[in-house]
């Protein structure tokens, strides 16, 4: 069948990637998908039972690192637009081990930005119609002050807000972690590709995500998960840190609308207008999660426990996601609280997807499947 569009979308075993896969395939049949992923821990392929055996859809094990590979995938599938989404995508991973950021981030970014560059160049049309779209982080801004600590309503927002000062596309990078160090360097790469040889990029710097096929080991579904063991829920510091957060499939729906009709060389923060301290998020998850699962209200409220802060910590992340409804009509569908719940449901309803990756049978399967250690 002659597709047509051929369409790399890297990291799709992991927690969004999944979602722009499964949106991607089912919504353009006319599209071949090729979803190239390494399955490092974060990666699993039962995020994708569902969509596995439609006919446009490809998957590729591979290391975006891998220079020749990735050329060879451009060349075999005939590749006209890149969605890129893998990385090593944990803070508290990157404060222990920075080089594997700098490593699949950084590199793995080049590589990928390079192979597209050498294949779209040895055709004769080269970049005519052609896109490499890059997803990145807020967390490349750095972080806002806390001047609201109780919180108002404002102009941008009919949800609460924390301070006066709001992310934009205009706002200096100025990273902190290793993680939102490696996601800097991988955009400011992205727009030199732009700038020196004319590769038609777009950038996005999206929120904090939840939902479905999250891996265990970011807030949301940690707590859900512990709730359900009766675990302590480790909040770190005092729980004032304040994250702006945006339904999954809401981000899908973004990057679709961006792929498509997103100005080449321009940048969207994409942003769900919903700031919530973690503590008082937290206190949501419990009381959500206790009524799911049939408890009293309250019963896990003595599992909160404060723990010694994260390095570095940022403080207020928060997204004016403006620029994109303005200029492209996006808007979250979601309301917080709609979401909170489908989230903490999905989990509960999903338990052997959890108790998988948290015993490592997981690990066990692909071992069995592709041989060695995985990455
Ligand atoms: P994730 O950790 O759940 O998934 C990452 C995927 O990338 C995994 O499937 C993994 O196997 C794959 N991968 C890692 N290294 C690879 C390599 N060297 N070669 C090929 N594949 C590799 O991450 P996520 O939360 O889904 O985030 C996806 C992207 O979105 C990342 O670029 C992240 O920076 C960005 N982002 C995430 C959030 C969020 O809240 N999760 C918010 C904004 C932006
Ligand atoms: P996380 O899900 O790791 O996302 P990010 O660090 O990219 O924002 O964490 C969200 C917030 O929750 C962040 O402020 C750190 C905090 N946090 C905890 O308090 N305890 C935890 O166990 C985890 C994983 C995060």
Request: proline letters at 4%; glycine letters at 8%.
């Amino acid at each position: 069948m002659n597709y047509k569009r051929n369409i790399l979308i890297t990291g799709g075993a992991g927690f969004i990637g999944s979602h722009v896969v499964r949106l991607f395939v089912n919504k353009y049949p006319e599209y071949r998908i090729v979803n190239l992923d390494k399955l490092t821990y974060a990666g699993n392929l039962a995020n994708l039972t569902d969509i596995v055996n439609a006919p446009n859809y490809v998957f590729v094990r591979a290391d975006i690192c891998d220079f020749e590979t990735v050329c060879g995938i451009f060349r075999t599938y005939g590749i006209d637009g890149v969605i890129h989404l893998a990385a090593e995508s944990h803070v508290d991973r990157s404060i222990k081990d920075p080089f594997t950021f700098a490593r699949t981030n950084v590199m793995g970014t080049l590589s990928l930005l390079q192979a597209a560059k050498v294949y779209w160049e040895s055709l004769p049309e080269r970049y005519g119609g052609k896109r490499f779209y890059h997803i990145s982080t807020d967390e490349v801004y750095g972080a806002l002050e806390l001047t609201r600590p109780d919180g108002v309503r404002s102009d941008i927002s009919a949800h609460m807000v924390y301070g006066d000062e709001f992310f934009r596309e205009t706002t200096r990078y100025s990273p902190h972690s290793p993680y939102s160090a490696s996601k800097a360097s991988s955009d400011h790469f992205v727009r030199a590709f732009h700038d020196t040889y004319g590769m038609p990029s777009i950038v996005t710097n999206c929120s904090n995500n939840y939902g479905p096929y999250q891996f265990p080991e970011k807030l949301i579904p940690l707590f859900i998960n512990n709730i359900r063991h009766n675990r302590p829920l480790p909040v770190y510091g005092r729980g004032e840190n304040v994250r702006d957060w945006l339904y999954v499939e809401d981000h899908a729906r973004a990057i679709d609308l961006i792929f498509h009709e997103g100005k080449v060389a321009d940048t969207y923060n994409i942003g769900g207008f919903n700031e919530w301290k973690n503590i008082d998020l937290i206190k949501v998850i419990v009381k959500t999660t206790d009524r799911l699962l049939g408890h009293p209200e309250g019963y896990s409220d003595s599992l909160i426990t404060f723990v010694t802060d994260r390095a570095g910590h940022d403080l207020r992340y928060a997204i004016d996601a403006t620029k994109l409804h303005r200029e492209l009509g996006w808007s979250p569908s979601l309301q917080f609280e709609e979401g909170i719940e489908k989230t903490v449901r999905w989990y509960l309803d999903n338990q052997a997807w959890v108790d998988n990756i948290t015993s490592g049978e997981y690990e066990k399967y692909y071992e069995e499947m592709y041989g060695g250690r995985r990455g």
